[in-house]
């Protein structure tokens, strides 16, 4: 069978596919050449490992995974994964190994705990409503007795997801809170690359297994 590349990456337009963050990514030098390990607290990855190119936006089809029963034949697949296929034409089509995409319209509600003055940034990027507001949705902490729910302000949210409560309101200093929030999903190409259709026509979409488990968040 020969397929046509260019009915193939027709299709891949209008409601078949999704909006894409695509950010490059590259290995940070600071390795250390007995381990392969990054170096802790480096200034550049912040001991990632990693680094990322600013984020192109482009589209390609995603298949979700979140059934087992959906992907039993294809082997063994890991929860969070799935399977983009990228048109030819798309800025991420040669996309390698550990490079991020944000999924601009897939979102997901999360709870976690941030200490106020030690750890005040979200994991991820907050999604923002449509009239581009942060969807954070309720802060709270406990009283010094440990007996209280003491619910406070909706912070505001600044680069790389930090909260800051410029007119008061949030938790004091040093004290745990939880934080309610929408973020964009983000996924990682991890372990399987991008493979060609082998179909004897050139510009054929790819397809590539991507994971949304923390790799580098934190």
């Known amino acids: 069978m020969k397929l046509s590349p260019s009915n193939f990456n027709r299709f891949l337009q209008g409601d078949v596919v999704q909006s894409f963050g695509w950010s490059k990514s590259y290995a940070c030098p600071c390795f250390n050449p007995n381990s392969g390990a990054a170096k802790p607290g480096c200034p550049i990855c912040n001991g990632k490992g990693r680094l990322w190119a600013a984020e192109v936006i482009d589209s390609a089809a995603m298949t979700g995974m979140s059934q087992k029963r959906g992907f039993a034949n294809f082997g063994t697949w890991e929860p969070g994964d799935a399977l983009l296929t990228i048109p030819c034409a798309a800025a991420f089509y040669d996309v390698a190994q550990f490079d991020k995409f944000r999924a601009l319209n897939s979102t997901h509600q999360f709870s976690e705990n941030l200490t106020h003055g030690v750890n005040d940034a979200l994991t991820g990027t907050v999604a923002l409503d449509p009239t581009g507001v942060p969807l954070v949705y309720r802060v709270f902490w406990l009283s010094p007795d ?47 690359l991008a493979s060609n259709r082998n179909s004897g026509a050139n510009g054929l979409p790819k397809k590539i297994m991507v994971r949304s488990f923390d790799l580098f968040g934190r």
């Not at 909260?163 to 996924?187: A, E, I, M, N």
């Open 146 to 192: 440990g007996t209280t729910i003491i619910d406070g302000e909706i912070p505001v949210v600044g680069a790389g997801g930090a909260l800051t409560w410029p007119d008061g309101g949030g938790p004091p200093d040093g004290v745990q809170f939880s934080v309610t929030y929408s973020r964009y999903d983000v996924f990682y190409v991890y372990l399987d």
